[in-house]
DNA sequence: CTGTCAAATGATAATGATTATCATGATAAT
DNA sequence: ATTATCATGATAATCATTATCATTTGACAG
């Protein structure tokens, strides 16, 4: 934990960003809640109970810088609002969600299972690939 | 044209849904743009041209019905915005895309790619596949 | 035909998420 | 200490989408 806040602090300062409190106890929330998929609503709410003067505007600049730095990644799962996903740290590429029709339950993938198709992808269609997003959308294990 | 429009109006009959004159007018939008991704203000100003009396409301309800129906799948590139796309006729699956980093563009790729990964999630994850959305970020073979 | 009823529409208000603004507060360098 | 810069919090503004509601339309019964 400490460590990972620690890289996430020299990330930021060669950047000429600084961890402040504020973004300091935002960090921390994403990191206790790794497995979920907060909304920037939720964070908010989380990080006041350690911090309640932040105000919302914060939490929501704070997500942006994160997901400038790619420590976050931000996702969309088609209702209107934007979540907050932790990267792996390393992983080179965005994990894969598994998205519950019945329950709602979002569940990660962290292996890659594209390369193959990528490869596919950028040798027939000339493009470069960055990054990618992939969701499933079906009935969970826990539902069936 | 004509015969798929006349297959749309039998699905919204087969639902008891018409095919009214607004609902049409929408259809042929979409039918003329089907390599783009409009929004609903997109589809509503283009709608406007051939059908001025139309409100907005309508066009939202129309495109919300044709995703209830699969005519159409709604997707979402992040920026704050839900864009509509045609799904071709007896396509199992919705189609990927290729979104360019620098220029913006969206491409299509029709083909499915994903069966063997699909395959691998169901049973090393006991999830049930009922659809997917796949969207490669990168640069384009234009900008390239 | 003509009246009736449910569905559909259009105008607009309401909502909800996100972004912009701006005065204030903290921080670091001179 | 002083200034300049960055960050913050409160709140207003924006933008997409949804809800409301009075009106219109079209199918159907009599």
Known sequence: MEQRI???????????????????????VLLEHEDDHLSAEDVYMLVKEKYPEIG?????????????????????FGD?????????????????????????????????LLDDVEKEVETRWNFEIKDHRLTFHGICHRCK
């Open 6 to 28: 620690d890289r996430i602090k020299k990330q930021l300062h060669s950047q000429s960003y600084k961890l402040t409190p504020q973004r300091e106890a935002t960090v921390r």
């Open 56 to 76: 919302l505007a914060t939490v929501y600049r704070t997500l942006e810088l994160l997901t400038e730095l790619k420590v976050v990644d931000k996702i969309n």
């Open 80 to 112: 209107g609002v934007s979540r907050y996903d932790l990267r792996q740290e390393g992983a080179a590429h965005f994990h894969h969600h598994l998205v519950c029709l019945e329950c709602g339950s979002v569940d990660e993938i962290q292996e890659d």
